[in-house]
């Protein structure tokens, strides 16, 4: 759905209610955004531990484990930038939440 303010806008209530209208769909899509990012992340996580398996046995050469863990940090990386464009500047609950690994967070320059 787009919005579009009449070119003859002369009441300034109807502009209000316009500009509300397409900051209210602005709002919602960023929303939806941030909730697709979040769902790539958890569901790139899942991948990368369910490749690990139970016993976290991790072979040093495993090829489907590097790809696995660039296609979780690109993930994470992606969401927390979706995060940060919504206002939300911290992410150590959404670490602990999802279960980051520090081996994703050290491939995005975290210490």
Known sequence: ???RPPSNLGNASVSEVLFDALGHEILAE????????GERAA???ARLRAHDGADGQRPATDSRRRELLKDAAEAVYAFFIQRELCGLRRHDAVI???GIPREVLARLGAK
Do not use: F, N, Q
């Not at 929303?31 to 990012?37: E, N, Q, T, V």
């Open 1 to 3: 759905m787009s919005v």
């Open 30 to 37: 960023k929303a939806s955004a941030l909730g697709r990012a």
């Open 43 to 45: 569901t790139c996580l």
């Open 96 to 98: 602990r939440e999802l």
